[in-house]
């Protein structure tokens, strides 16, 4: 059995725009560097996804400001294809002009990263299971919830973590409603967080209501994260909007504590845990069904603690929310993750509202279990063209703006 990492590998703090192609080669430099304190130079080629869409993420700007003050070459190469992961990155560390280290570094999604050789270690594996079922049968018969299960699996500082995580996507949401003007990048995107935020209709219903704060809050840390400012991977910085949306939203409306709104976390990160090391979390592996489409999962999953669903609810809305992202591509305008990604999250968020409601009526009647649709998202993303994973060669990336 594969065993999983700790939540603490996916929820993490970070500045944007991208897990995989800002967070993750950031990453990378300071464990590299941190090999080699004596070389005066490094030189690092970015290959598949992080060729194709580097510039518009900015990855050789975070490449070179965390190797600094060693100068870095930077070189895109987008025709090698013989590659172990489409976000694969070789660094060289120089030291008078000679080659005294290199390691080839993947950078798996969700800003977490695998050395090929070179002895850094990957995280550690704190949870033996690695299935719904079987953990969701191992709650069933020790009468635990979600987050109670992993309550026990994980180490002593990881409440505290979460409560930095919670913080941190809070700032995020206040930050962005406070935000103003346009998004770096040159597609001129105005920051709408704050209008969507105030700009109440004139005889708004409550229903229409709860859409625009929902989709207020998801703009908000979406934007925060297109300007490159501090958020948290939810699993990934692209789908960063969508799990705050929903909790902050509830929160306010429902009055839950800080303390129910950590289970719900936990509940939630399980969730993408699953996604992650069973399918993929990476819309350069599997397209945004594997950003979009989990964090959805998550919130659903979170939104179903803090109701206090059972276990088979929380499965089916997760399993809903994951079931209608099935093919969802990948392709942002010019690599930036502001189109389609910001307005994506917003509606990731309504949908995993939805699906709540839907599981909570319906569920003695699903016939597909979240192992499932998890293996069928891993599928189809293997089956998707790599124009749809990131490369910004097809679909809306083809879009001539106006
Ligand atoms: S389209 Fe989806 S997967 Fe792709 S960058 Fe945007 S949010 Fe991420």
Redesign the pocket.
Known sequence: MQGMESLTELYKIGRGP?SSHTMGPERACKAFRQQYPAADAFRVTLYGSLAK?GKGHGTDEVIRKTLAPAPCEVRFDSKTTALPHPNTMDMVALLNGCEIGQARVLSIGGGSIAFEGHGVKKPETVYEKSTFSDIAAYCKEHDLRLWEYVAEQEGPDFWSHMEQVWSAMKQAITRGLADKGILPGGLEVKKKAGALYRNQHIDESAETREHRMVCAFAFAVSEQNASGEEIVTAP????AGVLPAVLYYQQQKHRFSDQQILHALATAGLIGNLIKTNASI???EC??Q???GSACAMAAAALGELFSLDIDKIEYAAEIAIEHHLG?????ICGL??I??IE??AVAAMRAINAVSLASFLWDSRKISFDKVVKTMKETGRDLSSSYK?TSEAG?AKIKLE
Do not use: F, H, K
């Open positions: 991208s869409t990934t910085c692209g789908a990476s819309g350069a397209g945004c594997a950003e979009i969802l591509t990948c392709d942002p993750v502001q389609p990604c994506r999250n990131e809306l």
